[in-house]
């Protein structure tokens, strides 16, 4: 995947077959405005809709794009990308190409290359031609692999791993097994209390036990079996939050290469299960200490930022850890790292979070990665 900045608040990632407009607004979460994918519609947000003059469905059928047109307009001082419509969505808007960004500044040949690149890759994600008042960009070489952090990567109650021993067309995010045990503990111990109070508080009521006359905070003591009787049913409603929670829970997540889906199961009930068109981004958030000698992790978890703006939670690791970095990372460039939503580049890895979100996003077919940094 290519990061390309297009102006202080919008960015351009593409790989071969799919090519995105993002919208960068800190301190607010990044904004899918355009994406171009292989066999798909183009699909763009209710503003650039709006502000073009395009339909309100929110797309364009392939078959009635025309082409992609790149040209320099000495108006604006500015290199133009955009595209042509079939005449049917022309006649209705009154014109047949739409500009879909630019890049602003008095000298053409500042800008050209990275525009013809732009240009160029939106039209192959489109599969459709690709037009240029200047042809003589030599074409972009290939890219290089992508340095990834090995698998299996374990994530405080989670643990990331091939689904089998190739590491090829499936990855497996798990539940570590001490999640569900710390789970029946609790369990075990609420029915614990419940009986103690329940034992005392029916004796209390079908004996002749004495009761405290003095040092309780309620005005009369004989409302003390009660009251021991209802802090029985507190517990048992505790007790069924987490048998729902061990039930509603998923223990895996499988992330499909091949389909480009990402499923959640409990055993081997399928809970969910989610199409990677419908992501425009993974999010990985870590909450850090800020004044500690080692570097160390409060708080992480991972999350699809879907199309429609809203966050599914695939992880949530509330352990901290400490000496979070992975071998080889600088802990002191770490430690002037700002706060904020950055975009992630996989050479930028440091921790094994930031690595499973990088891994997740290759899966689900190279989408960006945000990286959310927050201090406390």
Same mark, same amino acid.
């Given at each position: 995947?290519?990061?390309?900045?297009?102006?202080?608040?919008?960015?351009?990632?593409?790989?071969?077959?799919?090519?995105?407009?993002?919208?960068?607004?800190?301190?607010?979460?990044?904004?899918?405005?355009?994406?171009?994918?292989?066999?798909?519609?183009?699909?763009?947000?209710?503003?650039?809709?709006?502000?073009?003059?395009?339909?309100? @469905?929110?797309?364009? /059928?392939?078959?009635? !794009? *025309?082409?992609? %047109?790149? =040209?320099?307009?000495?108006?604006?001082? #500015? +290199?133009?990308?955009?595209?042509?419509?079939?005449?049917?969505?022309?006649?209705?808007?009154?014109?047949?190409?739409?500009?879909?960004?630019?890049?602003?500044?008095?000298?053409?040949?500042?800008?050209?290359?990275?525009?013809?690149?732009?240009?160029?890759?939106?039209?192959?994600?489109?599969?459709?031609?690709?037009?240029?008042?200047?042809?003589?960009?030599?074409?972009?070489?290939?890219?290089?692999?992508?340095?990834?952090?090995?698998?299996?990567?374990?994530?405080?109650?989670?643990?990331?791993?091939?689904?089998?021993?190739?590491?090829?067309?499936?990855?497996?995010?798990?539940?570590?097994?001490?999640?569900?045990?710390?789970?029946?503990?609790?369990?075990?111990?609420?029915?614990?209390?419940?009986?103690?109070?329940?034992?005392? @508080?029916?004796?209390? /009521?079908?004996?002749? !036990? *004495?009761?405290? %006359?003095? =040092?309780?905070?309620?005005?009369?003591? #004989? +409302?003390?079996?009660?009251?021991?009787?209802?802090?029985?049913?507190?517990?048992?409603?505790?007790?069924?939050?987490?048998?729902?929670?061990?039930?509603?829970?998923?223990?895996?997540?499988?992330?499909?290469?091949?389909?480009?889906?990402?499923?959640?199961?409990?055993?081997?009930?399928?809970?969910?299960?989610?199409?990677?068109?419908?992501?425009?981004?993974?999010?990985?958030?870590?909450?850090?200490?800020?004044?500690?000698?080692?570097?160390?992790?409060?708080?992480?978890?991972?999350?699809?930022?879907?199309?429609?703006?809203?966050?599914?939670?695939?992880?949530?690791?509330?352990?901290?850890?400490?000496?979070?970095?992975?071998?080889?990372?600088?802990?002191?460039?770490?430690?002037?790292?700002?706060?904020?939503?950055?975009?992630?580049?996989?050479?930028?890895?440091?921790?094994? !979070?930031?690595?499973?979100?990088?891994?997740?996003?290759?899966?689900?077919?190279?989408?960006?990665?945000?990286?959310?940094?927050?201090?406390?």
């Amino acid at each position: 995947m290519t990061r390309i900045a297009v102006s202080a608040n919008s960015l351009v990632d593409y790989s071969p077959d799919r090519w995105r407009l993002i919208k960068v607004e800190a301190p607010k979460a990044p904004k899918l405005v355009l994406e171009a994918k292989r066999g798909a519609p183009l699909r763009f947000d209710a503003y650039f809709a709006a502000s073009r003059d395009l339909p309100e @469905s929110g797309e364009i /059928l392939q078959a009635d !794009l *025309g082409q992609v %047109i790149l =040209g320099w307009s000495k108006e604006s001082g #500015s +290199w133009q990308l955009g595209l042509t419509l079939s005449p049917e969505i022309s006649l209705a808007r009154s014109s047949r190409w739409f500009e879909i960004l630019r890049f602003a500044h008095p000298d053409p040949a500042v800008h050209e290359e990275e525009a013809t690149r732009l240009g160029q890759a939106l039209a192959q994600a489109l599969g459709i031609p690709f037009a240029s008042t200047d042809a003589g960009i030599a074409a972009e070489p290939e890219p290089e692999p992508i340095p990834l952090v090995d698998l299996p990567l374990h994530l405080g109650m989670w643990r990331l791993q091939p689904a089998d021993e190739n590491g090829e067309g499936e990855l497996r995010l798990l539940r570590e097994k001490r999640w569900l045990q710390s789970r029946l503990r609790q369990i075990a111990w609420y029915g614990l209390w419940i009986l103690i109070y329940l034992g005392v @508080s029916i004796a209390s /009521l079908t004996s002749e !036990l *004495g009761l405290p %006359i003095a =040092g309780t905070l309620i005005p009369d003591p #004989s +409302w003390l079996p009660y009251l021991g009787l209802v802090v029985a049913g507190l517990l048992a409603l505790a007790i069924a939050r987490q048998v729902m929670i061990i039930l509603r829970e998923p223990d895996a997540l499988r992330i499909n290469a091949f389909e480009r889906t990402m499923s959640a199961w409990r055993g081997d009930k399928q809970l969910w299960k989610i199409n990677a068109g419908r992501v425009q981004s993974v999010y990985a958030s870590e909450v850090v200490k800020k004044r500690s000698r080692r570097p160390t992790i409060l708080h992480g978890e991972i999350n699809l930022h879907l199309l429609d703006g809203s966050f599914l939670s695939l992880m949530i690791d509330r352990e901290k850890i400490v000496d979070a970095l992975l071998p080889g990372s600088d802990s002191a460039a770490e430690k002037k790292r700002p706060e904020g939503v950055l975009a992630l580049e996989p050479a930028e890895v440091t921790t094994a !979070l930031q690595a499973a979100a990088v891994h997740i996003a290759l899966g689900l077919g190279e989408l960006p990665v945000w990286y959310d940094r927050r201090l406390r």
